[in-house]
């Protein structure tokens, strides 16, 4: 029996240049939690940075920031009414799910679930990454003390508009050293194509990871 093969569809609805529209940037995401000293010890040996701790009495706030993400995460008391641990499929976009699941547990993750398949359904959960780490495919696992869940997904190749093309920016230095690994081992099999040295290697190098990075056309 025939099956469907997944699509990947991005489209940007707006129709309209940058200019002309107001951007709406998702800065800020609540988690609900039971105790905060133990949340803000837990997000702080993770390597992320502490943009606030505000105490105003009858509530309070903390905030933190992943590394390179523009989104930050923030938790206290009297700030929430959902049950701790409710917060579900929080994800983080890293380039390595290996490297990143090595990072979580040398700073004192229990378990990091490294899988492909399902990221919303436990029983259609595959052990390992994807195969051919493709992306989107690949994803890891790891909980909060209170249970909320946080899943990282293997992102390498952008979905078409997803990434401004004008804008190639890296997180750290292992992101830019991968991109740089992919786009040697695909500038090899473009020397096999043309059976010659590639003079002009850095040009096309450059060509291929903001290209990758922002879901347009590869080199050839």
């Excluded at 702080?44 to 943009?51: A, F, S």
């Excluded at 390179?68 to 799910?97: N, Q, Y």
């Excluded at 699941?101 to 492909?116: C, N, P, Q």
Aim: aromatic share 8%.
């Amino acid at each position: 029996m025939a099956t469907s093969k997944p699509q990947i569809v991005s489209s940007d609805t707006s129709g309209n240049p940058k200019a002309a529209r107001v951007d709406l940037k998702l800065e800020v995401v609540l988690i609900p939690v039971s105790d905060v000293e133990r949340s803000k010890a837990f997000y702080g040996r993770l390597g992320w940075r502490l943009d606030a701790d505000f105490d105003f009495g009858d509530f309070r706030i903390i905030q933190f920031t992943p590394p390179g993400s523009g989104c930050s995460v923030s938790f206290g008391t009297g700030v929430t009414s959902a049950p701790p641990g409710s917060a579900k499929h929080l994800e983080l976009v890293v380039s390595d799910i290996e490297a990143a699941r090595d990072e979580l547990l040398s700073r004192g993750v229990s378990a990091v679930e490294i899988f492909h398949g399902s990221p919303f359904d436990r029983s259609k959960r595959i052990s390992g990454p994807d195969p051919a780490h493709t992306s989107y495919r690949s994803y890891g696992s790891f909980e909060d003390p209170d249970g909320n869940e946080w899943l990282l997904q293997e992102v390498t190749v952008r979905l078409p508009g997803r990434v401004d093309p004008t804008q190639t920016s890296f997180a750290s230095t292992s992101d830019l050293a991968g991109a740089m690994r992919r786009a040697e081992a695909a500038h090899g099999e473009h020397e096999k194509r043309i059976g010659h040295a590639d003079p002009n290697w850095p040009d096309w190098y450059a060509a291929y990871i903001v290209a990758e990075q922002s879901g347009t056309e590869l080199p050839k």
